[in-house]
């Protein structure tokens, strides 16, 4: 590159990205968007918020010239997302979240074979999905209808922050953590196929999904998940 040189700063939330130089001087080539150029230094434009060139705010299309002091901001929380209501898509590795999304009654799709970039981005822009990832290449595709990289490893972590950063209407216990549908109450009779003889025995409560059949009880796994439920809703009450 034998464009104009310019002085980037990011934002300490960004520190992910570039750990080693918040601060950099770039050559840039005279003819790249500074959207490009950010992605180019390791940011992800989905993990950006403002960009502010001398002070004033640009969008990503902006050309650098020469000498421009740039610094880059970290999303807002909570972040809106406009155009469409609020859900998800999520990629093989983040089955975990997916379920307790979906645990919260958060709409939340999950990919759980490896269906490749291109098809992932592609059914975040037709079903208008937030793309969730911690792969950056694929947050980096152009078809996306929104997306956002998941900081953690830690599936409590995760979720946590994708609460923090989206504030997503919660309805716990409404949808089908295996396949998204919403579920209905249910008699034992209508379940009865899918029940042990204990489980029969035992409970007389359940929910069924109206899209996959699944039953549901409260089972031994229960108090688990209504602590996440909980947690959750903890931090919701907290955060006002």
């Known amino acids: 590159m034998n464009g104009p040189e310019i002085h980037v700063e990011f934002a300490p939330e960004l520190?992910?990205?570039?750990?080693?130089?918040?601060?950099?001087?770039?050559?840039?080539?005279?003819?790249?968007?500074?959207?490009?150029?950010?992605?180019?230094?390791?940011?992800?434009?989905?993990?950006?918020?403002?960009?502010?060139?001398?002070?004033?705010?640009?969008?990503?299309?902006?050309?650098?010239?020469?000498?421009?002091?740039?610094?880059?901001?970290?999303?807002?929380?909570?972040?809106?997302?406009?155009g469409a209501p609020l859900r998800f898509l999520l990629d093989v590795h983040l089955g975990t979240l997916a379920r307790r999304l979906r645990l919260l009654g958060v709409d939340?799709?999950?990919?759980?074979?490896?269906?490749?970039?291109?098809?992932l981005a592609a059914r975040s822009a037709?079903?208008?999905?937030v793309m969730l990832s911690r792969d950056r290449g694929l947050l980096r595709r152009r078809e996306l209808w929104a997306g956002a990289f998941v900081y953690?490893?830690?599936?409590?972590?995760?979720?946590?922050?994708?609460l923090d950063r989206f504030a997503p209407d919660l309805r716990p216990w409404t949808r089908c953590t295996a396949c998204n549908g919403l579920l209905k109450e249910a008699t034992k009779a209508e379940v009865a196929?899918?029940?042990?003889?204990?489980?029969?025995?035992?409970?007389?409560?359940?929910a069924q999904c109206r899209d996959c059949g699944r039953a549901y009880w409260k089972g031994a796994h229960h108090d688990q998940l209504e602590a996440v439920v909980e947690r959750a809703l903890g931090m919701r009450t907290q955060g006002g």
């Open 152 to 162: 953690s490893t830690r599936p409590d972590d995760q979720l946590q922050d994708v």
């Open 108 to 119: 939340t799709a999950y990919e759980s074979t490896d269906i490749g970039d291109p098809a």
């Open 15 to 82: 520190s992910l990205f570039v750990p080693r130089a918040p601060r950099r001087t770039v050559v840039t080539d005279g003819v790249s968007t500074l959207g490009h150029v950010i992605e180019s230094l390791g940011v992800p434009l989905t993990e950006v918020g403002a960009l502010v060139v001398d002070g004033r705010t640009v969008p990503p299309s902006h050309i650098p010239g020469p000498a421009e002091r740039v610094a880059v901001r970290p999303v807002d929380r909570p972040q809106r997302v406009p």
């Open 193 to 206: 196929d899918q029940l042990k003889g204990g489980t029969q025995r035992s409970y007389d409560v359940f």
């Open 126 to 129: 037709a079903e208008k999905r």
